[in-house]
T-cell receptor, first 115, second 116 residues
Framework: ETGVTQSPTHLIKTRGQQVTLRCSSQ?????VSWYQQALGQGPQFIFQ???????GRGNFPPRFSGLQFPNYSSELNVNALELDDSALYLC??????????????FGPGTRLLVL | AQTVTQSQPEMSVQEAETVTLSCTYD???????LFWYKQPPSRQMILVIR??????QNATENRFSVNFQKAAKSFSLKISDSQLGDTAMYFC?????????????FGTGTSLTVIP
């Protein structure tokens, strides 16, 4: 089975710009979660998508939005970038069924730098 | 709101020895899940072990085991026979299942170094 993949691996943007990050979930998984991990910190939950709908959200402003597609891949969009948005963005997929439900499998992340 | 606390920012252990990483959490929920994840320098987060709160038996995965104390809201990770490849950042995580979606909370991590 294929693992979780993310693109791009690194990205540099300037303040005020918009960015789109992409995630392909592990084969057979129907749920995708996004996290922001600032340097030296633990991941902070942004939101989760299940069957193409947002299904849980952390304490992030509306300029953080997402999509999930019929093939369960996902995008994270961030508008009006701020310097504090510089972080590693992690995507995690899971299968909301079965014995191992809710166990998440993480991608390698996208490192975003906002200048 | 749920919080997850890892009070040991850094730890080290001699190869082949045993080390315990601490984690406490705060919640009013009764149904939840707890996880330990490992993040090596390559940065990909890897699941180490998982515990359902309704299970009294502590989870075990090979050299990794947990001490889950529900009343004390404590969830420590024990690594036996430490290996050089265990060097990584370790994160404790709490998950609250909701009908409207699941909420995940991570601690700030413990950096573990295994010394040859």
């Amino acid at each position: 089975e294929t693992g979780v993949t993310q693109s791009p691996t690194h990205l540099i943007k300037t303040r005020g710009q918009q960015v789109t990050l992409r995630c392909s979930s592990q084969s057979g998984h129907n749920t995708v979660s996004w996290y922001q991990q600032a340097l030296g910190q633990g991941p902070q939950f942004i939101f989760q998508y299940y069957r193409e709908e947002e299904n849980g959200r952390g304490n992030f402003p509306p300029r953080f939005s997402g999509l999930q597609f019929p093939n369960y891949s996902s995008e994270l969009n961030v508008n009006a970038l701020e310097l504090d948005d510089s972080a590693l963005y992690l995507c995690a997929s899971s299968l909301r069924a079965g014995v191992r439900r809710e166990t998440q499998y993480f991608g390698p992340g996208t490192r975003l730098l906002v200048l | 709101a749920q919080t997850v606390t890892q009070s040991q920012p850094e730890m080290s252990v001699q190869e082949a020895e045993t080390v315990t990483l601490s984690c406490t959490y705060d919640t009013s929920e009764n149904n939840y899940y707890l996880f330990w994840y490992k993040q090596p320098p390559s940065r990909q987060m890897i699941l180490v072990i998982r515990q359902e709160a309704y299970k009294q038996q502590n989870a075990t995965e090979n050299r990794f085991s947990v001490n889950f104390q529900k009343a004390a809201k404590s969830f420590s990770l024990k690594i036996s026979d430490s290996q050089l490849g265990d060097t990584a950042m370790y994160f404790c995580a709490f998950m609250k299942p909701l009908n409207t979606g699941n909420q995940f909370y991570f601690g700030t991590g413990t950096s573990l170094t295994v010394i040859p």
